[in-house]
C-alpha cells in the first residue's frame, strides 16, 4: 500500500511523482471501488491502477511499457482487467471484469464476470404502463399490510403460527427490500453516468450499481418464487392442482428419503470429481464448480470431451456410472413413487368442502345463464348449503 517508482524501487519514489503512475497506490475511496471475492481470497478495493487508454496503439503502448519494467513480478497476488460497455441498441450496461489470481505455485486462475445493467429503465413507449403497473403493485402491498396488521392484531403470538401468515409477511418485506435497492441502484446508476459526463478521459467504475443491481434480481427471483407458492395455495380450490398437492402430500415420506440419497450422491460425485480432475480442468478446479458441472450433466449441457480427453478412461467411467445411477435408476425411481402415490390419490380421493362450494357456485351461475352444469349433465349431485 505504499508508493514506489518504476520498476518497484522505493527509494525513487519522490513526493513529485505523478498520481496516474502505475507505481502510485491508490485507495478504495479514491477509486470509488469495493472489495471483491475471489477464488483464492478477498481483496479491497484499492490497488496499483492503469489507464489503457481508447484505442489499441496506445493501449499496446502502455502494456509494453509495463512489460519492460516488470510491473507484474513474483509479489503479485491479482490482476483486475475492467471496462464498460453501453450498448444503445438494446439499453444496456455491460460491466466486464477479468480476474487473474496466483496461487502458490505462481500460475494464475482465472475468472470472468459479466453483468448487464439497465440504468435508463423508462426510455421505450410502454415506459408509462410499467410504472402505473409498479404502482398498482405496491398498492396492493399497501392493502396486505392492512391486512396482515388487523390479523396480527387480533391474533397477537397466534399470527406467526401459520405458515401462510408467515409467507405474506415474507412478501410484504422483500417487496418494500427491493424497492429500496431500486432507489438505491437508481441513485448509484445516476451518480455513476453523471461522474462519467465529468471526467471521460479517465475509467468509471460502475461495480457498486452492479452490486446493487444484482441484490435487487436476487430479491425479485425470491419474490417470484413465494408469489408461485401463493398462487398455488389460492389454486387450491381447483379439482386437479389439489389432486396434486394431496399426491405430493401423501408420498412426501418417500419423497423426503429419495432427496436425501440423491443430495448424497450428488455431493459424492461432485467431491470426487473435484479430486479426481480438479488440478487439470477449470470446470472442477472447486467442489462448487463441480456440483455445477454435475448439474450440468443432468440437464444434458455437459462437456464430454475435456473428461474424455483428459482421461479417456477414469473420465467415461465417472460420467456413465453417474448418468446411470442418476439419471436412470435414482431419478426413475423417485417419478415411480410420484406415479403410484397418484394412482392411489384418484382411487380413494375425496372432494374437499372447498371444491363442493366451488362445484355449487359454478352450478348456481350457470343455471342463472341457462347452462348445464357438467355434473347436471352427468346426473351427479351435489350438496346444497
Same mark, same amino acid.
Request: aromatic content about 14%; hydrophobic content about 45%; charged content about 15%.
Given at each position: 500500500?505504499?508508493?514506489?517508482?518504476?520498476?518497484?524501487?522505493?527509494?525513487?519514489?519522490?513526493?513529485?511523482?505523478?498520481?496516474?503512475?502505475?507505481?502510485?497506490?491508490?485507495? &478504495?475511496?479514491?477509486?470509488?471501488?469495493?472489495?471483491?471475492?475471489?477464488?483464492?481470497?478477498?481483496?479491497?478495493?484499492?490497488?496499483?491502477?492503469?489507464?489503457?487508454?481508447?484505442?489499441?496503439?496506445?493501449?499496446?503502448?502502455?502494456?509494453?511499457?509495463?512489460?519492460?519494467?516488470?510491473?507484474?513480478?513474483?509479489?503479485?497476488?491479482?490482476?483486475?482487467?475492467?471496462?464498460?460497455?453501453?450498448?444503445? +441498441?438494446?439499453?444496456?450496461?455491460?460491466?466486464?471484469?477479468?480476474?487473474?489470481?496466483?496461487?502458490?505455485?505462481?500460475?494464475?486462475?482465472?475468472?470472468?464476470?459479466?453483468?448487464?445493467?439497465?440504468?435508463?429503465?423508462?426510455?421505450?413507449?410502454?415506459?408509462?404502463?410499467?410504472?402505473?403497473?409498479?404502482?398498482?403493485?405496491?398498492?396492493?402491498?399497501?392493502?396486505?399490510?392492512?391486512? &396482515?396488521?388487523?390479523?396480527?392484531?387480533?391474533?397477537?403470538?397466534?399470527?406467526?403460527?401459520?405458515?401462510?401468515?408467515?409467507?405474506?409477511?415474507?412478501?410484504?418485506?422483500?417487496?418494500?427490500?427491493?424497492?429500496?435497492?431500486?432507489?438505491?441502484?437508481?441513485?448509484?446508476?445516476?451518480?455513476?453516468?453523471?461522474?462519467?459526463?465529468?471526467?471521460?478521459?479517465?475509467?468509471?467504475?460502475?461495480?457498486?450499481?452492479?452490486?446493487?443491481?444484482?441484490?435487487?434480481?436476487?430479491?425479485?427471483?425470491?419474490?417470484?418464487?413465494?408469489?408461485?407458492?401463493?398462487?398455488?395455495?389460492?389454486?387450491?380450490?381447483?379439482?386437479?392442482?389439489?389432486?396434486?398437492?394431496?399426491?405430493?402430500?401423501?408420498?412426501?415420506?418417500?419423497?423426503?428419503?429419495?432427496?436425501?440419497?440423491?443430495?448424497?450422491?450428488?455431493?459424492?460425485?461432485?467431491?470426487?470429481? +473435484?479430486?479426481?480432475?480438479?488440478?487439470?480442468?477449470?470446470?472442477?478446479?472447486?467442489?462448487?464448480?463441480?456440483?455445477?458441472?454435475?448439474?450440468?450433466?443432468?440437464?444434458?449441457?455437459?462437456?464430454?470431451?475435456?473428461?474424455?480427453?483428459?482421461?479417456?478412461?477414469?473420465?467415461?467411467?465417472?460420467?456413465?456410472?453417474?448418468?446411470?445411477?442418476?439419471?436412470?435408476?435414482?431419478?426413475?425411481?423417485?417419478?415411480?413413487?410420484?406415479?403410484?402415490?397418484?394412482?392411489?390419490? &384418484?382411487? +380413494?380421493?375425496?372432494?374437499?368442502?372447498?371444491?363442493?362450494?366451488?362445484?355449487?357456485?359454478?352450478?348456481?351461475?350457470?343455471?342463472?345463464?341457462?347452462?348445464?352444469?357438467?355434473?347436471?349433465?352427468?346426473?351427479?349431485?351435489?350438496?346444497?348449503?
Amino acid at each position: 500500500m505504499e508508493h514506489y517508482g518504476e520498476g518497484w524501487n522505493s527509494s525513487a519514489f519522490t513526493n513529485a511523482t505523478n498520481t496516474d503512475s502505475a507505481w502510485y497506490y491508490k485507495s &478504495q475511496s479514491k477509486l470509488r471501488g469495493h472489495p471483491t471475492w475471489g477464488r483464492l481470497s478477498t481483496y479491497r478495493g484499492g490497488g496499483f491502477v492503469v489507464h489503457l487508454g481508447s484505442d489499441r496503439t496506445t493501449a499496446r503502448r502502455i502494456l509494453q511499457y509495463l512489460f519492460d519494467n516488470v510491473w507484474l513480478d513474483d509479489l503479485t497476488r491479482a490482476l483486475f482487467v475492467e471496462f464498460t460497455i453501453y450498448n444503445a +441498441n438494446v439499453n444496456l450496461f455491460c460491466i466486464v471484469r477479468l480476474m487473474f489470481e496466483t496461487n502458490a505455485l505462481g500460475t494464475f486462475m482465472t475468472h470472468a464476470d459479466l453483468q448487464s445493467v439497465r440504468l435508463y429503465p423508462y426510455t421505450d413507449g410502454l415506459h408509462i404502463f410499467v410504472v402505473a403497473a409498479e404502482v398498482i403493485y405496491f398498492l396492493f402491498v399497501i392493502y396486505y399490510m392492512v391486512v &396482515q396488521g388487523k390479523l396480527i392484531k387480533t391474533l397477537k403470538w397466534g399470527y406467526f403460527r401459520s405458515k401462510w401468515n408467515l409467507l405474506e409477511l415474507a412478501v410484504i418485506v422483500i417487496s418494500w427490500s427491493a424497492l429500496s435497492v431500486f432507489v438505491r441502484r437508481t441513485i448509484l446508476g445516476n451518480k455513476d453516468i453523471n461522474y462519467y459526463q465529468d471526467h471521460k478521459d479517465e475509467f468509471v467504475s460502475f461495480n457498486e450499481t452492479a452490486a446493487a443491481d444484482a441484490a435487487l434480481g436476487y430479491l425479485i427471483a425470491f419474490l417470484v418464487l413465494l408469489s408461485t407458492i401463493k398462487l398455488w395455495h389460492l389454486l387450491r380450490l381447483n379439482p386437479k392442482l389439489n389432486m396434486i398437492t394431496a399426491t405430493l402430500r401423501r408420498a412426501w415420506g418417500d419423497i423426503s428419503g429419495f432427496i436425501t440419497v440423491i443430495i448424497i450422491m450428488f455431493l459424492a460425485y461432485s467431491i470426487a470429481c +473435484n479430486l479426481i480432475f480438479g488440478w487439470k480442468l477449470n470446470s472442477y478446479k472447486t467442489v462448487f464448480d463441480s456440483a455445477k458441472t454435475m448439474v450440468s450433466l443432468q440437464l444434458g449441457i455437459f462437456n464430454y470431451e475435456e473428461v474424455l480427453d483428459y482421461n479417456p478412461v477414469l473420465g467415461s467411467f465417472v460420467v456413465g456410472s453417474c448418468i446411470i445411477f442418476m439419471t436412470f435408476v435414482v431419478l426413475n425411481l423417485f417419478i415411480s413413487v410420484i406415479l403410484v402415490a397418484f394412482s392411489e390419490e &384418484q382411487k +380413494n380421493h375425496k372432494a374437499s368442502e372447498e371444491e363442493e362450494i366451488v362445484d355449487l357456485m359454478l352450478m348456481k351461475i350457470c343455471s342463472f345463464l341457462g347452462l348445464k352444469h357438467k355434473k347436471e349433465a352427468n346426473g351427479g349431485g351435489t350438496k346444497a348449503l
